[in-house]
Each structure stands twice: as structure tokens, then as C-alpha cells.
């Protein structure tokens, strides 16, 4: 009982005084403390260099249990997924044409050449001063 006492009386003196309790504590120097943390990191790397590139240790694997699961999903749900519309919900892929098979015109014919010319960006220099000596009047 005598501590709930104790513990109300300073907090009580604490909160409702104009000032803080702890206000005239002296505060550590910024850059000492910098200094001690920097100090801590360089000590810690040159006890063992090659920390960071180890990775963590995994915890051992523990033998999964199977799921019971009691319900189905739709056929026309794996048919929105395959983007096939077949309609059999079969869950299998359509099998496609491959690029090399020849069964196609876009395998055989490369792509149209593009003869557009590329823009050209000007250097910070040419978009400061575009009148300077050292541009190139094409």
C-alpha cells in the first residue's frame, strides 16, 4: 500500500508541476554521444568483418500438416484465369503455337524497321545558354 503511495505522490508532484521533473538533468553532449555510437559500429566491424554477409540462421523445418479444404471452386473461374473461354474448367492450359514452330507469319517476319529520328536532349549547359560558342549550328 505504502508504494501505490509513493508512486502517486510522484507522479502526481511530477504532472502537475509547471515545469518538468526531470528538467534540470544534464543533457549528454550530441556529438559525444554520435562519437561513442560511431565507435561501437567500428569495434563490432573489426570483431567480425564479414557479419553482414552471412545470412540468419533459419529455424529448423517443422513437418507440415495437409489442409482439409471443403470447397471447390468453379469451372468458370479457371476459364477467366486461362482467358481460353473453352468452357471445360479442366484447369489446363491451351497449348499454344511457339515462336520457333513456323506455324505463324509474325515467326518468320522480323519486325518493321523504325526510321524515326530520336529526339535529342540538350546538355544543362546548351539548355541554360542555347546561344554559346560551343554549340554546333546545324
Same mark, same amino acid.
Do not use: Y
Given at each position: ?14 504532472? !502537475? /508541476?509547471? =515545469?518538468?521533473?526531470?528538467? @534540470?538533468?544534464?543533457? %549528454?553532449?550530441?556529438? &559525444?554521444?554520435? +562519437?561513442?555510437?560511431? $565507435? ?42 486461362? !482467358? /481460353?473461354? =473453352?468452357?471445360?474448367?479442366? @484447369?489446363?492450359?491451351? %497449348?499454344?503455337?511457339? &515462336?520457333?514452330? +513456323?506455324?505463324?507469319? $509474325? ?32
Amino acid at each position: 500500500m505504502l508504494v501505490f503511495i509513493l508512486v502517486f505522490f510522484l507522479l502526481g508532484t511530477g504532472c !502537475g /508541476s509547471e =515545469s518538468p521533473m526531470l528538467g @534540470g538533468v544534464p543533457h %549528454p553532449n550530441n556529438g &559525444a554521444m554520435a +562519437g561513442g555510437a560511431a $565507435a561501437a559500429a567500428a569495434a563490432l566491424t573489426l570483431a567480425d568483418p564479414h557479419a553482414a554477409d552471412r545470412k540468419p540462421e533459419q529455424r529448423a523445418e517443422q513437418e507440415k500438416k495437409p489442409v482439409d479444404v471443403k470447397e471447390e471452386v468453379p469451372a468458370s473461374v479457371f476459364d477467366r484465369l486461362d !482467358g /481460353s473461354g =473453352s468452357g471445360t474448367g479442366s @484447369g489446363h492450359e491451351v %497449348p499454344r503455337p511457339h &515462336a520457333g514452330s +513456323g506455324s505463324g507469319s $509474325a515467326a518468320t517476319t522480323p519486325p518493321p524497321a523504325t526510321t524515326k529520328k530520336l529526339p535529342v536532349i540538350p546538355s544543362p549547359h546548351d539548355a541554360v545558354d542555347p546561344g554559346h560558342a560551343d554549340t554546333n549550328n546545324q
